[in-house]
């Protein structure tokens, strides 16, 4: 094997790929590289806003969930940084995001095999030797490399989506929530700014500009297509769906029951968490008792276009009240969209497309083990399954555990053995359950 030849390349470093970097860290034999674009590590730099907390318990660190034993666990940062005490006793549950990001930079300065500024730009497959050819170029000094590796993990995250009203051309001049705390003191500025979406970014940006409005003395609003600012759900036995279990028994229902599910299930994955609801309200409540600028929460005002505004200042913005029927033009100084992120197919695998299996939409069919290629054996994604896998795909809680599957199928070997049991819940009645399979419906009869 040539110096330079991997049995796997890692293509993207955000917190997925970095966990498996840190369980295949201990794995002595294995040759592994990932590769970031990013100077150095950060994780979402423009939504780290003061006393935001990530969803999850602690516990879905980078490792612990496959092997709370690794020397790269939080509880591990904590020991290694000397506040391991103060953690204990400041019972932390939700790490604040400022923090989990400073934890995975502590981790990812530890790997020896990651490098940052390395920008991937195309990939070619080698007839001869099998191997894949990964090409591209170093940010610092503009330099190219080529890295070969039997395998490859592709776990390059999303990009800002935007409403389909918002034209192409000002794509580029308007704020997406990634880009928010760059774009802060810009917005305010401006003497009115709008938020729109109403998921936990939505609410963030929404808060912190609360925040600010009676020093900045700008007006408010809020505005979401859904029906109304729902919470994010948190029961015990809901979250059982965020288990392994349940990830398999979700890969195999039909695409059309899948889809049905994943509308069912928006609000756990897609809503705002409980304590930040409760922040908000008592924020607005206190306002009320003092000279505070107007501020609206609107919901069912789907948006229908956003254009520059005639004068040449802000954005002039159409909606379409989804239960009325009606429309409404509204303009403001500053909008910012926090309308989610979107899977993109990278430019960089068009030289392997024809390796890999595509659906009519164009987008990646992964295995129940997230290989897309037609072998499924040597290209695997992270992170980009949410029809396919469902709400288990983005959760950092279930990062680990694909994690640990990712490198049973990289190395042959099952090094993190899951538990087999997960849930509570039958999702589907077993053998042993006393319930008896009787012939198969069509779904919904
Ligand atoms: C603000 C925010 C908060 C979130 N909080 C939570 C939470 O609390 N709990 C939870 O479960 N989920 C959360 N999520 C969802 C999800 O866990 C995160 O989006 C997570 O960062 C996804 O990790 P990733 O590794 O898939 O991708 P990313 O973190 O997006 O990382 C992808 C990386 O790939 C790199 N890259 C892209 N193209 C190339 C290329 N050509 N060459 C080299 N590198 C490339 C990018 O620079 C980036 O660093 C949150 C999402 C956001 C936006």
């Known amino acids: 094997m040539n110096e330079s030849t991997y049995d796997f390349i890692a293509i993207g470093v955000g917190p997925c790929n970095l966990g498996l970097a840190c369980l295949t860290a201990p794995l002595s034999g294995v040759r592994s590289l990932f590769l970031e674009r990013k100077p150095a590590f950060s994780w979402h730099p423009g939504m780290l806003l003061d006393g935001t907390t990530l969803q999850n318990p602690f516990l879905a ?20 940084q000397g506040r391991l005490y103060t953690y204990y006793i400041r019972e932390n549950w939700y790490l604040d995001r400022q923090e989990f990001d400073r934890y995975c930079r502590w981790a990812a300065a530890q790997l020896d095999n990651l490098r940052c500024g390395h920008e991937v730009q195309g990939i070619r497959h080698e007839p001869a030797t099998g191997l894949y050819v990964v090409r591209g170029r170093r940010i610092e000094d503009g330099g190219t490399f080529e890295y070969r590796a039997r395998k490859l993990v592709i776990g390059i995250g999303g990009v800002p989506r935007f409403p389909d009203g918002c034209g192409a051309l000002d794509r580029e001049h308007l704020v997406h929530s990634s880009g928010y705390l760059a774009e802060r003191a810009r917005l305010q500025a401006g003497r009115s700014i709008t938020v729109i979406g109403s998921g936990q970014s939505g609410a963030e940006v929404y808060h912190d500009l609360l925040q600010g409005s009676e020093r900045h003395g700008y007006t408010l609003n809020w505005v979401t297509r859904a029906p109304r600012f729902f919470q994010m759900e948190d029961a015990k036995l809901t979250l059982e769906l965020i288990t392994p279990e349940y990830g398999d028994y979700f890969y195999d229902l039909d695409p059309a029951t899948k889809a049905e599910v994943l509308d069912d299930q928006r609000s756990i994955y897609n809503g705002i ?28 005002m789907a948006l ?71 072998h499924n054996r040597e290209i695997f994604v992270q992170n980009v399954g949410l029809q396919s896998h469902g709400l288990t795909n983005p959760d950092l809680g279930l990062a680990c555990h694909r994690n640990s599957r990712l490198l049973a199928e990289l190395t042959g070997q099952d090094h993190y053995p899951s538990e087999p049991r997960t849930a509570f819940q039958d999702f589907a009645p077993g053998e042993d359950s006393g319930f008896v399979a ?3 419906e069509a779904v919904g009869s």
């Open 438 to 440: 009787l012939e198969r």
């Open 304 to 374: 229908e276009a956003c254009r520059r505004a005639p004068d040449g200042r802000g954005w002039e913005l159409d909606f379409r009240h989804t239960q009325l029927g009606r429309r409404y033009r509204h303009r403001a100084d500053g909008v910012v969209f926090a309308t989610g992120y979107r899977h993109q197919v990278p430019r960089f695998i068009d030289g392997i497309a024809e390796r890999i299996r595509w659906n009519a939409e164009g987008q990646y069919v992964p295995s129940k083990r997230w290989a897309v290629d037609h």
């Open 273 to 300: 968490n409980q304590s930040l609801i409760e922040r908000l309200y008592a924020l607005l409540d206190e306002r009320r008792h003092r000279d505070a600028p107007p501020t609206r929460l609107l919901t069912c």
């Open 61 to 80: 660190d980078l490792v612990s969930m496959a092997d709370p034993t690794s020397p790269f666990s939080y509880l591990n940062y904590c020991k290694r």
